[in-house]
C-alpha cells in the first residue's frame, strides 16, 4: 500500500491549465497574454533602471553581510514602505499606530494577514471574508488554507463591463455587523475595474456605520494612475476615517522585484493601547512559518525609498511601465473598431486601469483563440495588456476579431 495513496488529485486554478497549454506549445507566433508580470515592447523583463543603480550600490558595499533580518524584517524597509502607502502625514503613523511586518511579497502579506485574522480577530459570526465577484483567484485559496470562508460580494457587472456599485453596497449593507472586506487598493486584478473616489466614499460609509474591517490588499501601486500616491488614496482616507484595516502591499509589480519577495503587511490599530499585542503576536506567527524574511528585496527598495534621486528615477520608471500599458489599450482599441470594426464596444479596454483587462469574451472564445491562434488569456477573458507588444498587437486585435464573428 502506497502512504501517499489518499492524496486527492489536485483541481488546478483554470491559470496553471492555460500557463501548461501556452509552455507546451511550440509555435512562433504564440501570444502570452496570462501572467500578471510587466514585459518591455519585446516581450522582455524589464530590469527597472533605478533597481540596477540600487543594485549596483548594493554590490559595491564592501561590508555587505548575508546575516539574518530581524523577525519582522528591515526595519528602514518597513518604516519606508510604511510611509509609501499611508503618507508621510498619515495620522495613523503620526500617531504610531501601524505595525508593519516585512512579508514575502504581497502573497505573504495576505497569508500572514489572514492567518492573524483568523486567530484574532473577533469574528461576527464564523470566520468569512467577503471577496470581490471575481477576484484574485489565489486569496480565495489563501482564506481556506488558514480557515476563513470566502464569501462573495458583487462588483463586476458583465451586462455593463462596469462596477455593480449597488450591489457592492447592497452587500456591504446585509453582511453582519464587523465582516472583514478584501479591497483591492487599486487596478482590480481581474477586471482593471476600480470604483471612483465618489464610490469609494460610498463604501467607506457603509463600512464605518457596519463597523466593518477593510482588508486592503495593494500589489499595483502606480500602475492605475501613474503615481503612487492617487493609488493609495482610498487607503489613506480609509485611514483618515478611522476604518479599522490591514494593508497588504507589494513591490513584485511596481519595483519589478517578482522573484526577490519583497512585500510588508501593515496593521492600522485604532489606538496605541494594543500595539505590543498586535506587534508581539505578528512576530510569533512570522517566526513560527518563516523565521525571518530575506533581506536582497527589501534592501533594494529601501534604497529606493529612501535616496531622493533613486525615489524620482522609480517614479517615472512606473510611468514607463504604466504609458506602455496605455499606448497597449489605445491601439488594441483603435484596432478593433477603427480596422477592424469589430462587433460589440470595446469602450472598456481604454476606460480599465493597470495591468489587465477584462475583455469580456466568453470562455468559448478564449478557447479559441488559445486553439486556432495560439494566443493564451485567461478562460474568464481576462488579458494582461503586458504581454502585447507593437510587434504582435495586430496578429491578437485580428484573432479577437475572429473569434467574436
Ligand atoms: N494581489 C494581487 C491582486 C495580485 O494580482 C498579486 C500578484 N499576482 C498579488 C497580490 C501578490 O503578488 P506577489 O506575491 O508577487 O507580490
Redesign the pocket.
Known amino acids: 500500500l502506497d502512504i501517499w495513496n489518499n492524496v486527492p488529485h489536485p483541481s488546478f486554478d483554470s491559470i496553471f491549465k492555460v500557463t501548461i497549454a501556452y509552455n507546451a506549445d511550440n509555435h512562433p507566433a504564440k501570444v502570452p497574454l496570462l501572467?500578471?508580470v510587466y514585459r518591455d515592447d519585446d516581450s522582455r523583463p524589464w530590469v527597472l533602471p533605478a533597481i540596477k543603480k540600487a543594485v549596483h550600490i548594493l554590490s559595491s558595499d564592501p561590508d555587505l553581510d548575508h546575516e539574518y533580518l530581524p523577525i519582522r524584517g528591515l526595519p528602514e524597509f518597513t518604516d519606508a514602505a510604511a510611509k509609501l502607502i499611508f503618507g508621510l502625514t498619515s495620522p495613523a503613523l503620526v500617531d504610531g499606530r501601524v505595525v508593519s511586518v516585512q512579508t514575502?511579497?504581497?502573497?505573504?502579506?495576505?497569508h500572514t494577514g489572514a492567518l492573524f485574522l483568523s486567530r484574532y480577530y473577533p469574528w461576527p459570526c464564523t470566520k468569512q471574508i467577503y471577496l470581490s465577484d471575481p477576484?484574485?483567484s489565489?486569496?480565495d485559496a489563501i482564506a481556506k488554507n488558514v480557515g476563513i470562508e470566502p464569501m462573495a460580494y458583487p462588483y463586476y457587472d458583465p451586462k455593463a463591463i462596469a462596477l455593480d456599485v449597488d450591489g457592492f453596497l447592497g452587500t456591504l449593507k446585509t453582511a453582519p455587523r464587523g465582516s472583514v472586506f478584501f479591497l483591492?487598493a487599486c487596478?482590480?486584478?481581474?477586471t482593471g475595474i476600480d470604483p471612483t473616489p465618489d464610490q469609494w466614499k460610498q463604501i467607506a460609509e457603509v463600512i464605518a456605520d457596519k463597523n466593518h474591517f477593510a482588508f486592503f490588499?495593494?500589489?499595483?501601486q502606480g500602475f492605475a494612475s501613474g503615481d503612487l500616491d492617487t493609488d493609495a488614496w482610498a487607503i489613506r482616507y480609509f485611514v483618515e476615517k478611522n476604518i479599522p484595516l490591514l494593508v497588504?502591499q507589494?513591490?513584485?509589480?511596481n519595483a519589478g522585484l517578482?522573484g526577490e519577495?519583497?512585500?510588508a503587511l501593515h496593521m492600522v490599530l485604532p489606538n496605541k493601547d494594543t500595539i505590543a499585542q498586535v506587534r508581539g503576536q505578528l512576530s510569533v506567527l512570522q517566526w513560527s512559518e518563516i523565521s525571518s524574511p530575506p533581506c536582497h528585496g527589501a534592501r533594494l527598495v529601501s534604497f529606493i525609498l529612501t535616496n531622493a534621486d533613486l525615489f524620482s528615477e522609480w517614479s517615472r520608471d512606473i510611468k514607463t511601465m504604466r504609458s506602455r500599458l496605455i499606448a497597449m489599450r489605445k491601439e488594441l482599441h483603435r484596432l478593433l473598431t477603427e480596422e477592424f470594426h469589430t462587433p460589440g464596444n470595446w469602450e472598456h479596454i481604454v476606460n480599465q486601469v493597470g495591468?489587465y483587462c477584462y475583455t469580456g469574451l466568453s470562455p468559448d472564445q478564449s478557447k479559441a483563440l488559445a486553439d486556432k491562434a495560439h494566443i493564451y488569456l485567461l478562460d474568464t477573458g481576462r488579458v494582461s495588456i503586458a504581454g502585447l507588444n507593437s510587434k504582435n498587437i495586430r496578429y491578437c486585435a485580428e484573432n479577437i476579431d475572429k473569434a467574436v464573428r
Open positions: 501572467m500578471g514575502l511579497s504581497g502573497t505573504g502579506a495576505n477576484t484574485w489565489h486569496f483591492q487596478a482590480h486584478n481581474p490588499d495593494c500589489a499595483y497588504c507589494s513591490f513584485a509589480k517578482y519577495r519583497v512585500g495591468v
